[in-house]
């Protein structure tokens, strides 16, 4: 099955710094990959999405990157705010299921 | 809220007892989830639904647990003789086989076993 790796576990930036956040993914055949916010007691909120036909995405200051061939995509998120501290969960689809394989999390904080 | 919802949002219980959680998903949605989350970790894949049926079961789903979705809407999933290690958040998310892969995630149920 599907397996998905996630680093760094925790990530600290100031704010107005970019920060970036990667995984990578062992089945060739998955082809959605979704990022994933949580903030404490709260639910997992979808933040962005990319698809294996693409190798780019990009909504306002967040954007995913897809390296299909070396089986890797990445987070980036810009001119950070405090707002943006939170944990952030990198998925990727298992086959025709639907069924959602999630990295272990990162832990952004970014100080004011 | 047309969000994904679910009842209870807490839960205590004491070990050996059975609980019982309900996930409402978004109504057009055929595909619902279950995950467990633990503190630190990702949420782990439980058991999936199309329309009424169950079409997959995790390893982690012990016979302890048990999940329905009867009329292909709402979702149950029941816990038998808790044990501290059930102890999580219980997560439910739903989405649309076909064109839309994104998945919705419900608020969750806490349970913690005492």
């Known amino acids: 099955g599907e397996n998905v790796e996630q680093h760094p576990s925790t990530l600290s930036v100031q704010e107005g710094d970019s920060a970036v956040i990667k995984c990578t993914y062992s089945?060739?055949?998955?082809?959605?990959f979704p990022w994933y916010k949580q903030e404490l007691g709260k639910r997992p909120q979808l933040i962005i999405d990319?698809?294996?036909?693409?190798g780019e995405k990009k909504d306002q200051r967040i954007a995913v990157t897809l390296n299909k061939t070396a089986k890797h995509f990445s987070l980036h998120i810009t001119e950070t705010q405090p707002e943006d501290s939170a944990v952030y969960f990198c998925?990727?689809?298992?086959?025709?299921?639907?069924?959602?394989?999630f990295g272990q999390g990162t832990t952004l904080q970014v100080k004011p | 809220d047309t969000g994904v919802s679910q009842d209870p949002r807490h839960k205590i219980t004491k070990r050996g007892q059975n609980v019982t959680f309900r996930c409402d998903p978004i109504?057009?949605?055929?595909?619902l989830y279950w995950y467990r989350q633990t503190l630190g970790q990702g949420p782990e894949f439980l058991t999936y639904?199309?329309?009424?049926?169950?079409?997959?079961k995790s390893r982690l789903l012990s016979d302890r647990f048990s999940a329905e979705r009867p009329k292909g809407s709402f979702s149950t999933l029941e816990i038998q003789r808790t044990e501290q290690g059930d102890s999580a958040m219980y997560l439910c998310?739903?989405?649309?086989?076909?064109?839309?892969?994104?998945?919705?995630f419900g608020q969750g149920t806490r349970l913690t076993v005492v």
């Open positions: 639904f199309q329309n009424e049926a169950q079409l997959e």
């Open positions: 089945d060739s055949a998955s082809n959605y």
């Open positions: 990319i698809r294996s036909n693409v």
């Open positions: 998310a739903s989405s649309l086989m076909g064109l839309g892969l994104e998945a919705f």
């Open positions: 109504s057009e949605h055929n595909r």
């Open positions: 998925a990727a689809i298992e086959g025709n299921t639907g069924k959602l394989i």
